[in-house]
């Protein structure tokens, strides 16, 4: 089965600074059409998720250009150029096989 | 706008249909994915269905258990819910994509449908 794992689990945060997420696969996957299927969640604190990035690196609409993704193969990496107040929450990575979704665990972002 | 349905309290071994309400966007142009949350298994991909019905993915954990459907017509997608388990308990969340279902999750979610088996 494939496992994602995310590090840190937990990122004390400084406004105005970057911020860094890690996300590790058990395995290399590239759907047929060539893609890498891999997206990053946001969750802030009371709401529903929200995708920010798919396809490793292609932003969400509405998503601020501050969040960049990266990566390739088995690790991956979400990125906050400028941490602001509402990044507060927890992220999820997640990777499709076979048009079946796994999430990472998550890693809480809260304010130092 | 999506809106979750049809949640509540069961029965081990019960059946529940979770429903999915759209407006304010062309139903018929996105896929719709279903995922979960709870406490202990955090979020849980468990089924998707594509824009036009044709086909539906699921889980493994919902494979032979779950039915996905929809409606276009109603601008809705159905999600029968048989053999409940205790470990099903989570707030069901649906979400739309316009890439096929169970590849990206979603861009946009519901507010979601709790949903608890017990005896």
């Known amino acids: 089965d494939l496992v994602m794992t995310q590090s840190p689990l937990f990122l004390p945060v400084t406004l105005g600074q970057p911020a860094s997420i890690s996300c590790r696969s058990s395995q290399s996957l590239v759907y047929s059409d060539g893609d890498t299927c891999f997206s990053w969640f946001q969750q802030r604190p009371g709401q529903s998720p929200r995708r920010l990035i798919y396809?490793?690196?292609n932003r969400d609409s509405g998503v601020p250009d501050r969040f960049s993704g990266s990566g390739s193969g088995t690790d991956f990496t979400l990125k906050i150029s400028r941490v602001e107040a509402e990044d507060v929450g927890v992220y999820y990575c997640a990777y499709a096989t076979h048009q079946s979704l796994t999430f990472g665990g998550g890693t809480r972002v809260e304010l130092k | 706008q999506l809106v979750e349905s049809g949640g509540g309290l069961v029965q081990p071994g019960g059946s529940l249909r979770l429903s999915c309400k759209a407006s304010g966007f062309t139903f018929s142009n996105y896929a719709i994915n279903w995922v979960r949350q709870s406490p202990p298994r955090g979020l849980e991909w468990i089924a998707g269905i594509s824009r036009l019905g044709d086909y539906a993915v699921y889980a493994d954990s919902a494979k032979g258990r779950f039915t996905l459907s929809r409606d276009n017509a109603r601008n809705t997608v159905y999600l029968q819910m048989d053999s409940l388990r205790v470990e099903d308990t989570a707030l069901y969340y649906c979400?739309?994509?316009?890439?096929?279902?169970?590849?990206?999750?979603?861009?946009?979610w519901g507010q979601g449908t709790l949903v608890t088996v017990s005896s």
């Open positions: 979400a739309k994509d316009v890439n096929p279902p169970g590849i990206y999750g979603g861009n946009f």
């Open positions: 396809k490793v690196s």
